[in-house]
């Protein structure tokens, strides 16, 4: 199986926007302990209840050992009127990336 990105949107239940912000930083990171690559979480500016995490993965089942895990199922329980249910998570199959270099420092002379 292909190299993928997880996108799982959340939407947060009312006054509990910026909470569910500090919880989903909580998890998120715990995507690397079951092989995830990468991830990355995004809040809506133009409507602060919306969230979407996104995480790396070599291998699909990487993925549901995450979803499915000890943390994540602990976690869902924990925070679960955080967050409208039901949470529909969809992989993607990585195709290509692109972006720019980061810039070298260059040293001018005098």
Do not use: C
């Not at 947060?12 to 302990?33: N, Q």
């Not at 969809?90 to 810039?103: C, E, I, K, N, S």
Request: overall charge negative.
């Amino acid at each position: 199986m292909a190299a993928g990105v997880v996108h799982i949107p959340w939407y947060a239940t009312v006054f509990r926007g910026d909470k569910f912000e500090t919880a989903l930083m909580e998890i998120a990171p715990v995507s690397v302990r079951y092989g995830g690559t990468e991830w990355e979480v995004y809040r809506s500016r133009d409507d602060a209840y919306k969230f979407l995490q996104l995480a790396s993965f070599a291998e699909k089942d990487a993925f549901e050992a995450y979803w499915y895990g000890e943390e994540f199922v602990e976690w869902r329980g924990r925070y679960s009127s955080w967050y409208q249910v039901p949470v529909l998570y969809t992989w993607q199959d990585l195709v290509g990336r692109g972006g720019l270099a980061a810039p070298h420092e260059v040293e001018l002379s005098n």
